[in-house]
């Protein structure tokens, strides 16, 4: 285990893209999310390409239909390590 070496971020994922990828590991697609969430289709469509922001309120709702944390789509890129040591 001494040569165990922390992988390394390789590409920034933005808002937006972080919903998407979530959405489709869960099997979703933007018109069954938007089924589970009542938030319009086209809305998610706007939010996943970074058009429109996601907002507190629509990330909770966001989260709890995709089973993950609402932190995970609001802060994609968030290293919390990183933040410990600054």
């Excluded at 165990?4 to 979530?22: D, F, H, L, N, T």
């Excluded at 069954?32 to 996943?48: D, H, K, V």
């Excluded at 629509?58 to 994609?76: D, E, G, I, S, Y």
Aim: net charge positive; with cysteine.
């Amino acid at each position: 285990m001494k040569d165990y070496q922390k992988a390394k971020k390789r590409i920034e994922v933005s808002v937006g893209e972080s919903v998407r990828i979530i959405r489709e590991l869960q099997g979703f697609s933007q018109n069954r999310l938007s089924e589970l969430t009542g938030i319009p289709q086209s809305t998610l469509s706007a939010i996943e390409n970074d058009r429109v922001k996601l907002g507190v309120e629509r990330a909770k709702v966001l989260a709890r239909a995709l089973n993950c944390h609402p932190a995970v789509l609001v802060f994609p890129g968030w290293d919390v390590e990183e933040e410990a040591a600054a």
